[in-house]
Each structure stands twice: as C-alpha cells, then as structure tokens.
C-alpha cells in the first residue's frame, strides 16, 4: 500500500470511527410497580408502617412517580383497614394509582361477562380519584394464556372503557420472596437479612438486563421497562438498595408515565405467554423461542433454592 493510499484511508476512515464512538448506547430506563395495594401484611411491618417505609425510600432515592396498581377488595379485609389512606398518601407523594382488579381473580378461570364485572367495580371504585390512570394490570398476568378468543374480548373490553394494558416487562418474583419470609418467620427459621437483600436486588437488576438485552435483539432498541413489584415489606426493605443498584448499573428510573407512553405501549402481541411480559410476548410473536425469553436464573425455583440455602443457611432441597 503506498503511504498516499494509507492517508487517503485514514482520511476516510478517521471520522467515520470517531462518529461510532461518539455513539453513546441509550440510556436503560425503566419505572417501578407496585400490585395488590392495600397487600396483605408481610413478616415484618404493620402495613402502616410498610407505607411509611416504601414512600421514605422512594423519596429519598428519587423515584418522582412509580404506579401503585390498586386492588380495591382489599380493602375489606381486616390488613385492608386504613388502606385507602395510605393510597391517598402514595398520590399525595406524588404516585399514581391504577387499576389491578376488584377481587384479583384469574381470568382463565372466569367468564369474561364476570372478570369485566370485577374490573369495573375497581374502575367504579378509582375513577375520579387524584393521580389515577387509565392502566389495568391483569391479576396473576393472565390474559387467558392459549385461549385466545378470551385475551382478544379482554383486549377489546379495555379499548371499550378507554383502559390500556399496563403490563411489564420484568418481574422481580418479590411475592416469592415475601412469601417464603413469611414462612420462615411463622416458623421461627432465623433469616440472614443482608442475604435476603442480595437475592432481591440481584433479581431486580437481573430480570430487568435480561429483559433489557432480549428487547435489544428482537426490537433493536431499548424501550422503556416497567418493572413488577408488590406492596410488601421487601419492598419496604430493600427497594432503596434495588434503586442503587439499577442506577450503578447504567438504569435511569423514569415515572410510570413516561414508561407506557413508550412505543412497545402500542402493540398487543400475538402471543399466547403475555404473563411473562410484553417485551418476552412481543419477542414470542416474532418467532423467538421459549428457552430464550427467560432465564432460570430469576424464576421461582433459583428463587426458592437460593432462599433456603442463602437466606436460611439450609442445604438447598435436591428438587
Ligand atoms: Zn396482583
């Protein structure tokens, strides 16, 4: 090559690698959720305390608007006592509120005509409250799973009464967690906190860059995420130290508004495994498949076996 040639190269090819590198990869962005609320009490907080908690963490770690998916039967528990203000003290921080059914039933396992029913009797009980949004999040993720004549009437009952799916992308499984604290804590098992706190966190950040990483290859960007969490004393706990970790791994935290105003909003894939999230749907509709639109890694059994051999110091059971 003659030094001309080589100069001419370089030429060329200095500013096109100069622009690739002054390509930053976007931001991850991704909302908090909180379901079930007013949730039954967990090991740990009276649910009074739980709120006071959850609200001080949110506010000191600069999550502005999460959204607190409502569940309005709750309320006629004996935890749900006081619930609807604690409600009013999310909006008053700052949260909205949004609709996750009356009684948090399956909708596999009801009519449509009686889930509608239910769903409007938590839209009776929200409409015209402050901070609320149009958003309905399916009990249990299910939208009827293979049967899918009954997700299609869901999808059209919610466009009817203006309601969007307000889905997620990553889930925590923070109800497991909860639960098995719950246990050990009615056992009288003594559990390792600082373990409990890893295993949380480390769930938190990894669903959400699993998720992260296959919305990169199917979509070829990276959309808002909405995260799925529950009113619980996990949450109370140890969601500060989620925050932190999300943020030092490269995730801003954006409101719940922001999050579904993201195009993947728009879509309603044409899958039959929408309970693992509309980014692994969408990925699913496109022909990805099942073995890659999770990982073991997060689900409930890693979940369960590192509990009992982290949390509780026990020997992980041989299932
Ligand atoms: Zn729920």
């Known amino acids: 090559m003659t030094r001309l040639l080589r100069r001419l190269l370089a030429l060329l090819l200095v500013p096109l690698l100069a622009a690739a590198g002054h390509t930053a990869p976007a931001k991850k962005r991704i909302a908090l959720t909180f379901d079930d609320v007013p949730r039954m009490p967990g090991a740990f907080f009276t649910p009074e305390e739980r709120t006071r908690r959850l609200l001080a963490a949110l506010k000191q770690n600069g999550v502005r608007q999460a959204a607190f998916f409502i569940t309005p039967g709750n309320l006629e528990q004996p935890y749900g006592k006081g619930g609807e203000s604690r409600i009013a003290a999310y909006v008053r921080a700052g949260h909205v509120i949004a609709n996750h059914s009356y009684s948090h039933r399956h909708l596999s396992e009801l009519t449509v005509q009686d889930y509608v029913t239910d769903l409007d009797r938590a839209a009776a009980w929200l409409n015209g409250r402050p901070g609320v949004r149009r958003w309905y999040r399916y009990p249990f993720l299910d939208e009827a799973g293979a049967d899918v004549a009954k997700r299609d009437a869901l999808r059209a009952a919610l466009k009817a009464r203006g309601l969007h799916n307000g889905y997620v992308t990553s889930d925590s499984n923070d109800w497991l967690m909860e639960a098995l604290a719950v246990d050990a804590k009615r056992a009288g098992q003594p559990m390792d906190l600082n373990a409990l706190r890893d295993l949380y966190v480390r769930t938190v950040v990894g669903a959400a860059d699993f998720s992260d990483a296959l919305a990169r290859k199917t979509l070829g960007r990276s ?15 140890f969601v500060a130290d989620a925050v932190k970790a999300l943020k030092a791994d490269g995730w801003e935290i954006v409101t719940a508004d922001a999050a579904f105003a993201d195009p993947i909003a728009l879509e309603e894939p044409n899958s039959i495994r929408t309970s693992m999230g509309q980014i692994a749907a969408m990925a699913d509709a496109r022909g990805v498949p099942l073995q890659r639109l999770f990982d073991r890694t997060f689900g409930e ?6 509990f009992a051999a982290q949390v509780l110091h026990q020997p992980a059971s041989g299932r």
């Open 223 to 237: 959309p808002a995420q909405v995260i799925l969490m529950h009113e619980t004393d996990l949450e109370a706990m």
């Open 301 to 306: 059994r890693a979940i369960s076996a590192a």
